[in-house]
């Protein structure tokens, strides 16, 4: 496609189930970032993926989040034993290396509640 | 590290107006972009318009333009001629210019276009 794709868009789960949110970035881009953005808030940084690698996994809040990437391209974000807390809507974009001189394209997002 | 502020958590114009969204950031960094972001409902994040910090000139887009005070650490954005299109949440994103290019964000803030 031509643009950042993300599935499910949303996504129900109870409380110590685990979840797993794809991110299929726009062909050619290296760069991936997943942000969450709570209710009311700005969106926080979790993860940095340059090809398969993840040099900068700062932003997941706690071992219960991890990430990979495949092939440079696709990209999974798993939730184990979610909490309420948890419940925000996880957006992903890609780049080009570079990408600030360029742009971040970003994905529609995928709102995850935890129940 | 780096903070962006976004003091006005919601702003209402009329429709044909101008209005000017605040956004303060702070860095020690010398090199770095600073961005304005939109989200609309459909949750994905579209880049309105992009400042280099080494460019001492203010970045336009058609009805966008900022106003970049590099020494008071300010980046606001103008929205001339304001239409019913432009409602939307209003982010300002700040990375440094090299590297792990992770969006730094604001809280955002909640602009209404009235007709």
């Known amino acids: 496609g031509a643009g950042v794709s993300q599935s499910p868009s949303n996504k129900v789960t109870e409380k110590g189930k685990d979840v797993e949110l794809r991110c299929d970035p726009i062909s050619g881009h290296t760069a991936l970032y997943w942000y969450r953005q709570s209710l009311g808030q700005g969106l926080e940084f979790l993860i940095y993926?340059?090809?398969?690698?993840?040099?900068?996994k700062s932003g997941l809040p706690s071992d219960r989040f991890s990430a990979e990437r495949t092939g440079g391209s696709v990209s999974t974000l798993t939730i184990q034993r979610t909490q309420q807390e948890d419940s925000a809507v996880y957006l992903c974009?890609?780049?080009?290396?570079?990408?600030?001189?360029?742009?971040?394209?970003f994905g529609q997002g995928t709102r995850l509640t935890v129940v | 590290a780096q903070t962006v502020t976004q003091s006005q958590p919601e702003m209402s114009v009329q429709e044909a107006e101008t209005v000017t969204l605040s956004c303060t950031y702070d860095t020690s960094e010398n090199n770095y972009y600073l961005f304005w972001y939109k989200q609309p409902p459909s949750r994905q994040m579209i880049l309105v318009i992009r400042q280099e910090a080494y460019k001492q000139q203010n970045a336009t887009e058609n009805r966008f333009s900022v106003n970049f005070q590099k020494a008071a650490k300010s980046f606001s954005l103008k929205i001339s001629d304001s239409q019913l299109g432009d409602t939307a949440m209003y982010f300002c994103a700040f990375t440094i210019n090299f590297g792990n290019e992770k969006l730094t964000f604001g809280t955002g803030t909640r602009l209404t276009i009235i007709p």
């Open positions: 993926f340059q090809g398969n690698s993840a040099p900068d």
């Open positions: 974009a890609s780049s080009l290396v570079g990408g600030a001189r360029g742009e971040a394209f």
